[in-house]
């Protein structure tokens, strides 16, 4: 039984949905948006109802090009309010990237993407080019591999 007080007033909270790829040399995909200071993984905000996995595939399929469906989960990390709602970012294991996928890698125009590029990066470089936040997520979500966890929907292995 649905109690309707759950779903007068949902919590104001942003899923956001980031993956994580990898080239062979151990560089991390990167994207450069035009609304932050600093680099950020590829990802965005889910929609109401959407699976995350499904949300950071969409936003990575938007923002290069590339074709994943992640299952593994790397690593949470939940950002208070501050100039944006509070927000609970979920970031994923997107495998790694061929050499032949790189070279297919393709951001849209900044006046619809909101990016100025996308770029692989090497971790020794990532407290200069990232925010602290961002960057201790992204280092996080490195360390976890091998150890994800599988991401479960209504109790089933999402697919």
Same mark, same amino acid.
């Given at each position: 039984m649905r109690d309707p007080r759950l779903l007068?007033? *949902? *919590?104001?909270? %942003? =899923?956001?949905? $980031?993956? =994580? =790829?990898?080239?062979?040399?151990?560089?991390? $995909? $990167?994207?450069? *948006?035009?609304?932050?200071?600093g680099l950020i993984l590829p990802g965005g905000a889910a929609l109401p109802n959407e699976? *995350? !996995? /499904?949300?950071?595939? %969409? !936003? /990575?399929?938007?923002?290069?090009? /590339?074709?994943? %469906?992640?299952?593994? =989960? /790397?690593?949470v990390d939940f950002t208070p309010a501050d100039r944006y709602l509070e927000r609970l970012n979920l970031v994923f294991d997107g495998g790694i990237v061929t050499d032949g996928e790189a070279a297919l890698i393709t951001v849209p125009p900044q006046r619809r993407s909101r990016l100025h590029g996308a770029r692989f990066t090497h971790p020794v470089e990532f407290a200069a080019r990232m925010s602290p936040a961002q960057n201790a997520r992204v280092h996080q979500a490195l360390a976890n591999l091998g150890r994800a966890l599988p991401l479960l929907t209504h109790g089933q292995r999402a697919a």
């Open positions: 007068a007033k *949902p *919590p104001a909270c %942003r =899923l956001g949905c $980031l993956i =994580l =790829l990898r080239n062979p040399a151990g560089h991390v $995909l $990167l994207v450069d *948006p035009d609304f932050l200071d699976p *995350p !996995h /499904l949300a950071a595939a %969409r !936003h /990575l399929h938007a923002q290069t090009g /590339l074709h994943r %469906r992640p299952t593994q =989960l /790397l690593a």
